[in-house]
């Protein structure tokens, strides 16, 4: 296999975006390896976006790129959505930091207690990683217990008390660095789709709460399915225990009444973000009055949870989200991704198949996953899942080289993968998931060419 610095891949890529590689020097003497989020490393060097409409985004020399990444999941509407930009637009001028209470602020509110079957009382925070760490220290207090029950390999923001187990390795050795071994104690991580699993550690543990990823680890990287969501309900209320469903990316994008709408379920807390705020920051828990309560002054408990956050509800941010989820209420963006997203999973995998590729794609709703070393059965089922569902095969470190590699052949064909999955919103069009198809059947002859096995 040829290294990231000779391979034909890295030569035509940077060629093709000459000007973003300028951008990164500059970017190295920066920010640590020039990037200022995780997901966005890439070898060479990224892409610099200059603007970004619909469905795709133009990068600094002016090439027109399919985007899946759609804002790390927040613009289901498609970038720059006419409603959105105009409510944001309404509202500069008015007042970015009022530093009072508003009135779009209860617009807000109120529209998520409409969508949001388990919604009482809600109180916003800046981020999804926020809204994680307030449900849990909000079922501590009302609990009085510490403990936290999550699933191996969902995500959950990237806070101390989750952030461990987020991803493999699934090795019970490994401790995420610079995590207090507090935390990692009080963080007790069970198999993802394992309801006995569950149940015994609930027994054993006696948790505060027993938080899940929407439809499963990651984006339904293992899916989960409304059925097992049911059951986790059932064992919760049963045993007492309160259940956190973190709707961070589910919420607004799989359903207008998000993922607990489509299981029929209700949890006790659910945090959203992401599409709430129509694609600026924002986030919030949102729940049963009882529970939240626990953040309100003279509260019955006696002991108030403190909220303080300067951005808080922020009026830029609430504009874009009641903006934004007036449209998700039509049910469109979540039909029309979703559906989009069907037919990508469907037309790669008969590529996949025709051109004999390891490759394999398989997802729920709006979501696209690719696993690029695939030994397992196929099928055409809407609802296949690799590996049988075996989350351990399916939830592994792919190979490094090859995931710099394939994206940058990606992005020669004009597309833009979010690592191994990618999303898409209201503005993906049947013409985007042809070109799609067309960019990953160029990007496996160049990987081939590279002497990548795929
Ligand atoms: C399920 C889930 N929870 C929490 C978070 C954290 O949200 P944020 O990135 O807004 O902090 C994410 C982010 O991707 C997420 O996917």
New binding site residues.
């Given amino acids: 296999m040829s290294t990231v610095t000779e391979s034909r891949i890295t030569q035509l890529y940077a060629e093709k975006f000459s000007k973003s590689a300028e951008l990164y020097s500059r970017a190295t003497r920066l920010f640590p390896s020039g990037v200022t989020h995780d997901g966005r490393y890439l070898k060479p060097f990224p892409i610099y976006a200059d603007r970004a409409v619909g469905s795709r985004k133009v990068t600094v020399e002016g090439a027109d790129i399919i985007d899946y990444w759609v804002g ?2 927040a613009m289901l509407l498609g970038h720059s959505h006419p409603a959105v930009v105009e409510a944001v637009q309404k509202q500069a001028p008015l007042a970015t930091h009022p530093g009072a209470c508003h009135e779009l602020e209860l617009e807000w509110g109120e529209i998520v207690q409409q969508l949001v079957p388990s919604s009482e009382l809600t109180r916003f925070t ?7 760490l307030m449900a849990i220290r909000v079922s501590r207090i009302v609990s009085d217990k510490t403990k936290v029950i999550k699933f191996a390999g ?5 806070h101390d008390g ?1 952030i461990h187990a987020a991803e493999p390795p699934h090795d019970e050795a490994y401790k995420t660095p610079g995590i207090p071994e507090g935390h990692l104690s009080d963080l007790i991580i069970v198999p993802p789709n394992d309801l006995a699993a569950l149940e015994a550690a609930i027994d054993e543990h006696d948790p505060a709460c027993v938080i899940h ?2 439809n499963g680890t ?2 339904g990287t293992v899916p989960a399915r409304p059925e097992f969501l049911r059951g986790l309900r059932e064992v919760t209320d049963r045993k007492g225990v309160i259940f956190i469903l ?5 919420g607004f994008r799989v359903h207008q009444n998000s993922f607990q709408g489509l299981c029929g379920i209700k949890p006790d807390l659910t ?1 959203l ?2 599409v709430l705020a129509g694609g600026l ?1 924002g ?1 919030c828990l949102t729940g049963r009055a009882d529970l939240m309560q626990v953040l309100a002054f003279d509260n019955p408990l006696g002991r108030k949870m403190k909220h303080p956050g300067t951005y808080n509800a922020n009026p830029l941010s609430a504009a874009a989200g009641v903006a934004a989820l007036k449209i998700v209420e039509t049910g469109e963006p979540s039909r029309v991704s979703n559906e989009c997203a069907a037919a990508l999973r469907r037309e790669l995998n008969s590529l996949f198949q025709r051109k004999s590729s390891r490759f394999v794609a398989y997802g729920d709703y709006s979501a696209i996953k690719i696993i690029p070393d695939y030994e397992g059965p196929r099928s055409d089922a809407e609802d296949f899942i690799p590996y049988e569902g075996d989350w351990r095969q399916i939830d592994r470190k792919f190979d490094g080289n090859l995931n710099h590699a394939y994206r940058c052949a990606l992005l020669l064909g004009g597309v833009d993968w979010m690592g191994w999955g990618g999303s898409t919103s209201l503005a993906h069009s049947d013409a985007d998931v042809d070109q799609t198809v067309s960019a990953f059947d160029l990007a496996i002859d160049l990987l081939r060419g590279d002497g990548f096995d795929v």
């Fill in positions: 790390h999941g800046n981020s999804g990683t926020e809204a994680t969902h995500f959950g923001g990237w989750l990823e929407g990651r984006w973190d709707e961070v990316i589910t945090t973000a992401k920051p986030g």
